[in-house]
């Protein structure tokens, strides 16, 4: 199986850097030589970094944490649009937008206005608004859903970062880094390794190389999957219990959090309060009325 991988990376040219002139001397390590005027990618160096992205994206995936494709160039687009969706996975293909990660709370209620106008237009597709709303109605749900239509159902950060072109999204991996999010980057002997926490050399303005790339990378998250249902239905009913623990979790955290209101619930005046009324009312004959006003 390796070896047909890498007659695959062969024949997709991701041997194949940019001209030495353009180079980046922090990729001189993943460099076997130079012909013609054009550096030549230790094949090496590509197989190893791909064998130790797919054993790390499978143990993420495993885990329970997702994965979230990055790639706006336009030959990354059409391959990660049609290779990570069987996998289940988030994808990023227009335009990382500043703030994806970092203001992810802002990112989520733009999904939610998304959902909202997807609604009304299968409701009454718009019917029931002017000409000129129904027009502005469109043009922000045309706009919401380009940008941020692979990741919709991303309810959480990602687990990792898959990056094609780590000099094209360099905001992304800025604040992948920020966030402590890993990274895993396809990168060119233009790009800087630094900027990856698992570099992957190889071409990528190739549409077949990043297609290589990208489907052993989607083969390592189908991967994953599988041996999560399988601890999911190795769990069986403690899959309830795995819900069981964080619930008495909530319970350890609800008398910790009860308790200060209900040393304090005479001044506070919080006799409304569900935790402390039940036992609010029957510690509160005399010192309730003078301290309720202050607390008012």
């Not at 790390?56 to 979230?68: E, H, N, P, R, S």
């Not at 795995?242 to 350890?252: F, I, L, Y």
């Amino acid at each position: 199986m390796a070896n047909t991988l890498v007659q695959d990376l062969i024949e997709a040219g991701i041997h194949f850097g940019q001209r030495s002139s353009g180079w980046n001397p922090k990729m001189a390590p993943y460099i076997y030589g130079k012909r013609n005027g054009i550096h030549i990618i230790d094949i090496k160096e590509t197989i190893k970094g791909l064998l130790l992205a797919k054993k790390f994206i499978a143990k993420t995936v495993a885990d329970g944490k997702d994965i979230c494709f990055v790639g706006t160039k336009r030959q990354s687009k059409s391959v990660l649009e049609t290779r990570v969706p069987d996998v289940k996975m988030h994808w990023v293909t227009e335009r990382w937008l500043g703030g994806t990660l970092t203001n992810f709370r802002t990112i989520r209620s733009r999904l939610k206005r998304m959902i909202e106008l997807e609604a009304i237009e299968a409701n009454d597709n718009f019917s029931s608004y002017s000409k000129k709303m129904e027009s502005q109605l469109r043009r922000e749900m045309r706009k919401i859903k380009r940008n941020l239509d692979g990741i919709r159902h991303m309810e959480k950060l990602p687990g990792a970062l898959v990056v094609i072109d780590v000099r094209h999204e360099a905001t992304a991996l800025l604040e992948a880094r920020k966030l402590g999010i890993p990274t895993i980057c396809l990168i060119d002997t233009d790009g800087d390794p630094e900027m990856a926490d698992i570099p992957i050399p190889g071409n990528d303005d190739s549409m077949r190389s990043i297609d290589v790339v990208v489907r052993e990378i989607c083969l390592a998250c189908a991967e994953g999957r599988q041996q999560r249902q399988i601890s999911d239905h190795a769990a069986g009913t403690p899959s309830d219990s795995a819900g069981g623990p964080s619930a008495g979790g909530e319970e350890k955290q609800r008398p910790r959090r009860a308790r200060r209101p209900a040393q304090y619930s005479a001044s506070a005046g919080a006799g409304d309060d569900s935790p402390s009324s039940s036992g609010g009312d029957e510690h509160r004959p005399e010192s309730t009325p003078a301290p309720s006003p202050a607390g008012a």
